[in-house]
């Protein structure tokens, strides 16, 4: 599978500030995603990032909170704007269409965790 | 929409014991589905995965899952739990688009 890496692995951050998340995949990959975590919660599904395009934002979700780039098939940033404690949480990059396997097969980053003061 | 089920918020199970997390899942079509891992302060771990075919699917570090169309469920199962298995477990369906669904997750302690 892809080795996925995110930087940073963690920040804390003031509120009203932004931060950006980026994710970096040793392969080219078809699909990369965006996730959010909350503490104690299940994982809840951004965007998907699309190479050369704007993001597919889930409901909830807008560009202007969380611009997301990918220039090309290895790169993903996520940036959390205008931050509030309420966006403490871990985000998590995903790929997926990695070479030789199932295209339905999604493989996580370590993840970014994240502390608004 | 589609919608994934662990019933199980949190399971307490002796080391050497067997593990049983159950997952149920809506979904109208033939479901992609998928079992993962996250240690404490980790990112979340493939440990098995079902697309077609066998039913009874078998994962990484001891793991499998049975794919049941009838009961909508894709339960995991180890037949001898390890201390390093203390973990949150999540169950996933996709769908055609990629897109995952997850569970709200199931957190599993292993008392010596």
């Known amino acids: 599978s892809a080795v996925i890496s995110q930087k940073p692995s963690r920040d804390i951050c003031q509120r009203g500030t932004s931060l950006t998340i980026q994710c970096q995949v040793d392969s080219q990959v078809t699909m990369m995603f965006w996730y959010r975590q909350q503490p104690g919660q299940s994982l809840t599904l951004i965007a998907t990032?699309?190479?050369?395009?704007?993001?597919?934002?889930e409901s909830g979700f807008v560009i202007d909170k969380f611009p997301i780039s990918r220039p090309n098939l290895t790169f993903s940033t996520l940036t959390v704007s205008n931050m509030s404690p309420e966006d403490s949480s871990i985000y998590l990059c995903?790929?997926?269409?990695?070479?030789?396997?199932?295209?339905?097969?999604?493989?996580f980053g370590p993840g970014t965790r994240l502390t608004v003061l | 929409a589609q919608s994934v089920t662990q019933p199980d918020i949190h399971i307490t199970v002796s080391e050497g014991a067997s593990l049983e997390l159950r997952c149920n899942y809506s979904?109208?079509?033939?479901?992609?589905l998928f079992w993962y891992v996250q240690s404490p302060g980790q990112g979340l771990q493939l440990l098995l995965k079902?697309?077609?075919?066998?039913?009874l699917v078998q994962g990484i570090k001891g793991f499998e899952a049975e794919f049941k169309r009838s009961q909508s469920s894709f339960n995991l199962r180890k037949p001898s739990v390890h201390w390093s298995d203390a973990a949150e477990y999540f169950c996933?369906?996709?769908?055609?688009?990629?897109?995952?669904?997850f569970g709200a997750g199931t957190t599993v302690t292993v008392r010596a």
């Open positions: 995903s790929v997926a269409g990695t070479s030789g396997q199932p295209s339905g097969t999604q493989y």
């Open positions: 079902y697309f077609s075919g066998d039913t």
């Open positions: 979904y109208g079509a033939t479901p992609y």
């Open positions: 996933a369906v996709g769908e055609d688009d990629y897109k995952l669904s």
């Open positions: 990032a699309n190479q050369g395009s704007e993001a597919t934002y």
